[in-house]
């Protein structure tokens, strides 16, 4: 871990108050860490615009019984080839599926299949997050299969 430094904020009081009731509510002990998470988002999200390598998980709530959906979503994964690492599927209850497709790849590359994919008829969840490790990611992904 690296050194720690301290700063000070200047804040208006009623964005304060906002503040802390948003990072109660989102369990944080204190201030510090919720801002370094803050912080650490918007690091993140500056990658989403570059052709960084980026790992990124691709939650999806979808109703199986919508017309092709379920090809469509298998179609768009092996269009995307060696991008998608691993899909895990759950069925939830008679109608809603839950998949988590792990991709990997140019951080653009996977907000458009993420964006291609939350656009299909059905799809009724779709969040996506990247990361990356923190330093340039190496090519050693580690995947399981069965
Ligand atoms: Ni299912």
Redesign the pocket.
């Known amino acids: 871990m690296s050194q720690l430094s301290r700063t000070g904020v200047s804040l208006e009081e009623d964005l304060l108050k906002e503040f802390d009731r948003l990072i109660a509510k989102r369990g944080y002990e204190n201030r510090s860490e919720a801002i370094r998470d803050l912080i650490r988002e918007a690091l993140l999200a500056e990658i989403v615009d570059s052709n960084k390598q980026v790992v990124g998980t691709l939650t999806l709530v979808y109703d199986?019984h919508v017309p092709n959906l379920?090809d469509k979503l298998t179609e768009s994964q092996h269009a995307a080839g060696a991008m998608v690492l691993a899909a895990t599927?759950?069925?939830?209850d008679h109608h809603?599926?839950?998949?988590v497709i792990i991709m990997k790849g140019r951080s653009k590359d996977i907000q458009a299949m993420a964006d291609r994919i939350r656009a299909l008829k059905g799809v009724e969840l779709g969040k996506l997050v990247l990361a990356n490790s923190g330093k340039e990611l190496k090519s050693h992904a580690h995947t399981h299969s069965h």
């Open positions: 199986h379920a599927h759950v069925h939830l809603y599926c839950l998949e």
